[in-house]
């Protein structure tokens, strides 16, 4: 057998993965989320999306519920350039804007719920490390791609 790997290498390996989802959740997850809204406001308002000021006009027209946002993510709304958009800006509009675009009980939802629940515990991490039930819980999410292309 080979031999185990030092307290240092596996400290590495744990970092390696934790930079790596990260990553992820900062470059992939919001391209995914971006291409979810958009599909979900075209089956709603049967119209595609428009990124430009008087989109996010009407959106934030439409939503209302803005009070718990950060000044900041409500700018990014405003401005109604989908592109610009973060995790936390799709995040808020999939599941929790009015109106509301995914229904209550789908699937699809509970997915998007849970990967912003996971992406929040890494966003707030004491330490470059993945706690092992956090590590057990990703390996059992389904990748962002299979949760945000459910209809």
């Known amino acids: 057998p080979p031999p185990s790997p030092s307290p240092e290498a596996r400290a590495r390996a744990e970092r390696l993965k934790f930079l790596c989802l990260c990553a992820m959740l900062i470059d992939e997850v919001p391209k995914l989320l971006r291409a979810k809204f958009k599909a979900a406001w075209k089956e709603h308002f049967k119209t595609d999306v428009k990124d430009n000021t008087a989109f996010g006009a009407f959106f934030t027209k439409q939503d ?8 900041g993510t409500i700018q990014k709304l405003e401005g109604g350039n989908t592109e610009e958009w973060d995790a936390t800006a799709l995040f808020y509009a999939l599941l929790n804007s009015k109106p509301k675009l995914m229904s209550k009980e789908s699937a699809a939802k509970r997915d998007i719920e849970d990967l912003r629940h996971f992406r929040n515990q890494l966003a707030h991490s004491k330490q470059c490390a993945i706690e092992p039930l956090m590590f057990d819980k990703s390996k059992s999410l389904r990748t962002a791609d299979e949760v945000l292309s459910k209809s």
């Open 64 to 71: 209302g519920n803005r009070d718990k946002l950060h000044q």
